[in-house]
Each structure stands twice: as C-alpha cells, then as structure tokens.
C-alpha cells in the first residue's frame, strides 16, 4: 500500500471514530441545545416549496405571497421577512462526493452550518407615536422553535434631530457586516471568517496554560478546557453577527457620517441577554459618507469577555479578562460596481496565558452586475492569529485559515433570488486543512 | 414658386374639410375610479439597522389609476411624436409611482436624493438597469414596446413604480381624488379600462357622442 492510501485509510478511520464521537456527543443529554444541521434532502424540498408558493407555479400563485412588507393597524405596524434555503457540498473524498462540511469551517455559534440552513426571519416595527417605536425580530432556523433575535425600544426624543436611543437587544455597534446579515443583503452564501468562524477561546472555560489552548488549534466548534464548564462546547468567534447585545445604545447621523455608542451586558465575542460576566462593554462605530456610494467606517470595544463563573475559577473577578477590539471598513460604489472591505483586530486578555491573544480577520469583497437579473461576486477572507509560546513550541494560537468564495446571484422576480457559490477553505491546523465547498441558496423576502 | 402656391391651396383645403360642419368633432370620456381594496403602502421594510422611528407610510401615490381605452380609435396609432417624461427620485421615491405614456417615449430617471440610486426593472416589456448614480445625475430609457414596467431600486428595496406603455394616447391618470379626463376622441363607441397597482377592472362600453362628453365611473375591489 502507497503513502497516500495509507493516509487516506488513517484519516478515513480517524474521520470515522471523530464522527463516532461526535454522534455521541450530540445525542448526549449533556449537549446544549442549539438547530441542528438540517439534511440536505428536506432543504431542497423546502426550496421547491419556496419556488412553488412564490409564484412561479402560475400567475395565481404569484398573488399569494407579499412582494412589500406588510403594514397595518392604520400604519402603525410593519412587518417584513426574510426566508432562506441553503443547501451545500462538500468536497470529502474526491471529485464529485457530496459530504458534510467535515472542517466545521462554516459552523456559527449555534452549532449548524450556516451552509445547510432553512431560516425564517420575521421582523416587525410597531410605532406606538411620532417618536417612539418598538423593534422586533424573531428568528427560526431549521425549523426549531423561533426565537427573538431583537427586542428593542426605539426613542426619538427630539423629531428635529437625527438622534435615536435604543433600549433592550440592539443592533450591533461594531463593523459594517453585522448590519447585513440577512442573507437577501449578503452577496455571496457564507459568511466573513471574522463574524462567523470559531475560535478555540471561550467565555466560560479557560485553559490552564498555552499548551492547552495550542492543543485547542483548528477546533473551535468544539472546544474544552480545564478550567471552568469542561463540557466541550463551542469556541467564540472574533464577533458575532448572530447575536445580539443588550444594553442602550445611542445613534446620531448627518449629511456627511453618522455616529452609534453602546454600553452592553456581553462582549462582541459573546453578546449575552442577562449579563453572566462582571463588567460592561463599551462600544462605538463613526462611519464617514464624503460622498455618495463611499462609506468608511471606524469601530472600537472594549468588555469583559470571561463569564462570572470562569473568571472566578482563575481569580480574575477584578478584571483582567476582557476583549479589545478595532475595526475599519469601507465601501465604494457606482454603476454596476460595489466593492467592500472590512478588517477587525481582537485581543483577548487570559489570565492563565501571558501574552495577549490576538485575532486579526481581513476580507475584501466584490459585486459585478452584468444583467438586470445576474451578479458576479467574490471575496478573499482570512483569518490570522498572534503566536503563543507553550513548553515545547511557539506556534500560533489557533490555526489561520484563508477562504475564497466565489459565486453570484440571479433573480427570479423582484424578491426571489437564486445563489450560487464555490467555496475554498484552507486552514493551517486542524484535522481537515483543505476543504471545497458548493452550495446554493434561495432567498425570499418582502 | 408655383410649388409654394400649390402647397398653400392644398394646406387651405385640408383646413376647410376639417372646420366643415359635415366633420366629426371629437368628444371625451371623464369620470372618477374609486379604489374599494385595500392599498399596499410604499412602507420600508423594517430596518433594524437603521436609526429612526419609521415614519407613517403614505398611501396617496398608490391610489392614482390609469384609465385607457381597450381599442383604440384606428387614427390614433399615426403620428405619435416621440416624447420625454420624467420619473424623479426623491426621498426614497420614486415621483410620480405611475407613469403613463406611449410607445417611443424616453423617460428619464434623474436623482434628488443625496443618497445613491440603482434603478432597475425585470419586466418583459422593458428589462433594464441603470446601475448605481449619484444626486444631480439622470439616466434615460426609451420605452418601444406597449405593456406594464414595474421599475423598482436595487438598493432600497421599498422603491417600486409603474410605467404604463400604450401604443395610442388615449389614456389618462386620475388625479388626488380620483377624477380622469380623456379627450379628443373621435365620435365612437369604446371599451374602456381602469387600471391601479396590477389590477384591471373589467372593460366597459362608452359611447362618445359628436363634440360631446360621456360620465364613466370606476370602482376597483
């Protein structure tokens, strides 16, 4: 037998005993509850029916679903959705398999692949007076019970002014992305590394030193360590876009930038409802428009990141444990162009590791529209992480991992859109290193 | 010369065969359409984003209908001089929300907004896209196909209109209250339909007498 069949037989094995124990692992009483990835089978039945009610069965059927948000109670109230099918394969064994996204590289914080994924996104503002409103959004994904996903009073104290408060879950405050997560304002099927990948690092468990956590590299969708909940569970990403934060924040905007300050209860790793950490975070975001099309944009946090129970359990309820963030993003365009790019640096202060962890996620993203109804986009999106020197190796952190997503869009009618994306992941760690990824998704929205 | 004379007796006698009294004078058709349905309003999606209390959607531009005769007198499809109208986009709206006009027309798209624009439309009438231009600027399309244009914004999905193409001018869109006045129609009898946000009522006779003017009102459900 030749090197590489060996090989291929150690990590088919290997992959085979993973699984073993991830199947497990998920039908352990002791797993957290979270969707589950949905097959891909009951997705492209749920697109069919999507294509179906949405018109494209007949011109009766057209009639039947919203192309406007709907408003009613004489205007006061206004609800929107967004409807997602995402179907994906992997590349696992060769040329044409069809398999499950093995490198996790796609899982988000709820434990399902962001690349296999029926969500129901229902949204509603209902404005109680000139100056105050009420937001809501309440989120299903693969079919499981809904859930809010923002809760908020939104207060104009002065119609005059350009000045919003809001109270209770908010909108993210750092970066550019987060404001378009629904995958109708999304170009391509995934998400940036930045806002969507897992790292190693936890709010709730600690590693006793540097060489537990390099243990850690390439697996954070699935993380333990000895201090803290040993229960192995997620790691965080750099910030999430899938939760949101509660606290107060405040927004102002002009002709030529606007403003958003927050003081929340989480960090921008772990957003929180009831805060389970010591302190507060604090957060800002300016975003300068010097002309039409142009946006650039600053960001900055700074919060508790370890959560009361694990801070205790390493003596740093005095502080010492938080997460520094800085962010930059711009976006031009103009006629059949848009060009993004957004670039995010997170240190993390451990308290049983000296040097400070340091994640730094860069992505550059573009949009080409050649016809009415087609795009071409792209995106190049790494993710790179500060060195940490255990007994026996200086290595980096967690392992770096690099994305190309190439894909485009075409739609159907106005609020009916079809996409399509080939994904490259590469990952300098991990048990899978290389992984290609196709997935499709059908987006509707009102 | 005596090609100068000639040409000024031929142009009398077509003067005076017109203003004969044995010739036809066109009438007109008024009326009002009275929309009984409920009217989707031309809210934004609700943006959890965005700062700003939503403010009350305005229903009034979605009340306007067209009115349009279903065939149309045989003259009317000679000589329909090429024209211009204008489709504004101002605060997030596109003004007016229905335009109505013949076969040739260019219309064009300019943007008041400070805020770029993406205007676009998927229609089988008329597929376009102008791509994204700033305030000050205007892009043009012309329009040679009759049918329905639903133009809409690539970037603020709440922008939507309609374009009405008619291959004859006998068409006209009802004001604030609802009122529509066709005129200059040769002595007949038509078919003649309302029109509001996708729906067409049912064609209905009218009979416009010599020089004279017939009543048709419309109710929409």
């Known amino acids: 037998m030749c090197r590489s069949s060996r090989l291929g037989h150690y990590n088919f094995l290997k992959m085979r005993t993973f699984r073993r124990r991830l199947r497990l692992w998920r ?26 009610t949405s ?74 007076s000139r100056s105050l409103a009420v937001v809501a959004d309440v989120r299903s994904d693969n079919g499981e019970g809904p859930r809010p996903y923002a809760l908020y009073v939104r207060l104009r104290p002065w119609s005059q002014y350009n000045l919003d408060i809001n109270g209770g879950r908010v909108p993210p405050t750092f970066g550019a992305f987060p404001r378009r997560t629904y995958a109708s304002d999304n170009l391509l099927i995934g998400y940036p590394l930045a806002y969507q990948y897992l790292t190693s ?76 950490n010591l302190g507060k975070q604090v957060a800002g975001r300016f975003a300068f428009h010097p002309e039409p099309g142009l946006v650039l944009g600053v960001s900055a946090a700074r919060g508790q990141f370890l959560s009361g129970g694990a801070a205790r359990a390493v003596g740093a309820e005095g502080g010492n444990s938080d997460q520094t963030a800085i962010g930059a993003d711009a976006e031009y365009s103009r006629g059949y162009y848009l060009v993004r790019f957004e670039a995010v640096r997170s240190m993390w202060t451990i308290p049983t590791i000296p040097q400070p962890l340091i994640a730094t996620g860069g992505w550059i993203e573009g949009r080409y529209k050649f016809h009415p109804r087609f795009y071409a986009a792209a995106r190049f999106d790494h993710l790179g992480f500060s060195s940490i020197t255990g007994t026996t190796r200086t290595a980096d952190w967690d392992a770096p991992v690099t994305r190309i997503e190439l894909g485009g869009g075409f739609l159907l009618q106005r609020n009916l859109q079809l996409k399509a994306s080939f994904q490259r992941n590469t990952r300098e760690g991990g048990r899978v290193t290389n992984l290609n990824i196709g997935s499709a998704q059908l987006v509707f929205w009102f | ?8 007796i031929g142009l009398s006698l077509l003067w005076l065969t017109a203003v004969s009294p044995d010739a036809a004078r066109n009438g007109s058709i008024r009326g009002r359409v009275e929309i009984r349905r409920a009217v989707a309003s031309a809210a934004p999606r609700a943006s959890l984003t965005d700062g700003g209390v939503l403010k009350a959607p305005d229903f009034t531009d979605r009340l306007r209908s067209v009115v349009y005769l279903e065939t149309a007198p045989r003259a009317a499809f000679e000589q329909i001089d090429p024209a211009h ?56 399309v012309r329009f040679d196909r009759p049918g329905i244009v639903r133009v809409f914004c690539d970037i603020h999905s709440h922008m939507n209109a309609f374009i009405l193409v008619f291959n004859h001018r006998f068409f006209d869109v009802t004001d604030a209250d609802g009122r529509y006045h066709i005129d200059n129609i040769p002595p007949g009898t038509y078919n003649v339909i309302a029109w509001n946000e996708g729906l067409a009522s049912e064609p209905r006779a009218a009979s416009v007498p010599d020089g004279g003017s017939t009543e048709l009102d419309f109710q929409l459900r």
């Open chain 1, 27 to 52: 039908d352990s009483p002791d797993r957290p509850s979270g969707p589950k990835a949905i097959p891909p089978r009951r997705l492209s039945q749920i697109a069919a029916v999507i294509l179906i």
């Open chain 2, 1 to 8: 010369m005596t090609r100068g004379i000639t040409f000024g």
């Open chain 1, 201 to 276: 690092l936890r709010a709730d468990a600690v590693p006793a030193n540097a060489d537990e956590l390099l243990r850690m590299r390439g697996r954070g969708w699935l993380s333990s360590f000895s201090i803290g909940n040993l229960t192995p569970e997620r790691g965080v990403p750099l910030a999430t876009a899938f939760r949101w934060d509660t606290g107060v924040q405040v927004h102002s905007g002009w002709a030529w930038g606007d403003a958003t300050g927050a003081v929340t209860t989480g960090s921008l790793s772990d957003p929180q409802v009831s805060g389970d």
């Open chain 1, 55 to 128: 018109g494209l069965a007949g011109p009766a059927a057209a009639q039947s679903l919203p192309s406007e948000p709907i408003v009613f109670g004489d205007g006061h109230v206004t609800v929107g959705a967004d409807v997602s099918a995402t179907v994906s394969c992997a590349q696992t064994t060769g040329l044409g398999s069809c398999g499950d996204d093995t490198g996790f590289f796609n899982y988000s914080d709820y434990e399902y692949s962001t690349l296999r994924m029926f969500r129901v996104d229902v949204n509603a503002i209902v404005r109680a």
């Open chain 2, 85 to 140: 109208a204008v489709m504004d986009q101002r605060n997030e709206t596109f003004v007016p929300h229905l335009l109505a006009i013949t076969t040739g027309t260019t219309v064009d798209f300019p943007n008041s907004d400070r805020i770029y624009h993406n205007v676009f439309s998927l229609s089988k009438t008329k597929t376009f896209d102008l791509g994204r231009y700033a305030a000050g600027r205007s892009q043009s």
